[in-house]
């Protein structure tokens, strides 16, 4: 059974950290790239990272580059989010998301949703100001 669980959010103030990750099962990450996704209250699920199966490339939206890196462990089947220098647009719950073989992503907008499958359940971050 394929299964991505998102851990590590939380209530953080503005200007700290948190570490998010992706523990997955069912496949590998030899096999599957991850992207990190968000959706605030009202807004729309938007891509924020990911990391590549093929070659361990990352990208990032221009809304967390420079302030998130995703890593991953693929001994461990599991894919971090750290983020840095948070800010209140932060807040939204994260979730994680695989794609058979590369990221797909927009200039400017990271992965985009539609072209990754077998989604987890999301994580809370909150950032307070």
């Known amino acids: 059974e394929v299964q991505l669980v998102e851990s590590g959010g939380g209530l953080v103030q503005a200007g700290g950290s948190l570490r998010l990750s992706c523990a997955v099962s069912g496949f590998t990450l030899d096999d599957y790239s991850i992207g990190w996704f968000r959706q605030a209250p009202g807004k729309e699920r938007e891509g924020v990272s990911c990391i590549s199966n093929i070659d361990g490339a990352t990208f990032y939206s221009d809304a967390v580059k420079g302030r998130f890196a995703t890593s991953k462990d693929n001994a461990k089947n599991t894919v971090y989010l750290q983020m840095n220098s948070l800010k209140s647009e932060d807040t939204a719950v994260y979730s994680c998301?695989?794609?058979?073989?590369?990221?797909?992503?927009?200039?400017?907008?990271?992965?985009?949703?539609?072209?990754?499958?077998?989604w987890g359940q999301g994580t809370q971050v909150t950032v307070s100001s």
């Open positions: 998301a695989r794609r058979r073989s590369g990221c797909s992503v927009v200039a400017g907008e990271g992965p985009h949703p539609y072209f990754y499958d077998s």
